[in-house]
């Protein structure tokens, strides 16, 4: 069945440092990718998302690319922030679906 | 509403009592979904629910939980004879339906946090 691997944390990081959380994904079909944030003692949010091969999500200064030759959606921030601190979590919905699969989660920690 | 909404958002309840958690989702969203957070955990998929028919529970961990939806709105989970591994934030989250749309972007509540003492 489908199903999201991402690398697991937590990752420390000092502020301005440069973020990779790798996701890879498997799924038949063309499926949607996103990332979801979820702050301290907050509810998940959509951080980004990409609905085709070759797509670049973006949003806050965060990127993503969905590869389909690597089967890939890994998320990159130039410089992160104190603020950026929260677990982030790697999902897919296939074509013709209405599941969300979801990733571990990724927890990150910028210190000042 | 303007999002999606959650109650109750925090409860402890006694090892085998029955608890009923709601969801309600945003107006017009037809796809409605539970997932189960452990702490320090990822999302685990309970059910989901396409208009009030729910074609995947794949996802619901033993016959003590169900859940059901009614009016293409509101939803509710219950656990039956609740046990202390069931102690986890519920979440609750909806979509548009969009004929199978995959990109379809889904939204979250803030979740009820059950707490099995």
């Known amino acids: 069945g489908d199903s999201v691997t991402q690398m697991e944390g937590p990752v420390t990081l000092s502020e301005e440092a440069f973020l990779t959380i790798n996701c890879t994904y498997t799924a038949t079909g063309y499926p949607s990718l996103f990332w979801y944030v979820q702050y301290p003692g907050e509810g998940l949010q959509l951080l980004l998302k990409?609905?085709?091969?070759?797509d670049k999500g973006s949003n806050k200064g965060f990127e993503a690319t969905y590869r389909k030759e690597t089967t890939s959606f890994h998320l990159e921030k130039g410089s992160v922030q104190v603020s950026d601190s929260a677990v982030y979590f790697c999902?897919?919905?296939?074509?013709?679906?209405?599941?969300?699969?979801f990733g571990a989660g990724t927890r990150l920690f910028v210190k000042a | 509403g303007a999002g999606v909404s959650q109650s109750p958002s925090n409860k402890v309840t006694e090892k085998g009592k029955d608890v009923e958690l709601r969801c309600d989702p945003i107006?017009?969203?037809?796809?409605l979904y539970w997932y189960r957070q452990r702490l320090g955990q990822g999302l685990e998929f309970l059910i989901y629910f396409q208009g009030n028919s729910a074609p995947d529970k794949s996802g619901l961990p033993s016959d003590r939980f169900s859940a059901e939806r009614t009016g293409e709105s509101v939803s509710t989970l219950t656990i039956q004879r609740t046990q202390q591994e069931d102690s986890a934030v519920y979440l609750c989250a909806s979509s548009l339906g969009g004929g199978g749309f995959s990109g379809n972007t889904i939204y979250f509540g803030e979740g009820s946090w059950l707490t099995v003492v």
């Open positions: 999902a897919l919905r296939n074509t013709g679906g209405f599941k969300t699969i």
């Open positions: 107006s017009g969203h037809t796809a």
């Open positions: 990409a609905t085709k091969a070759d």
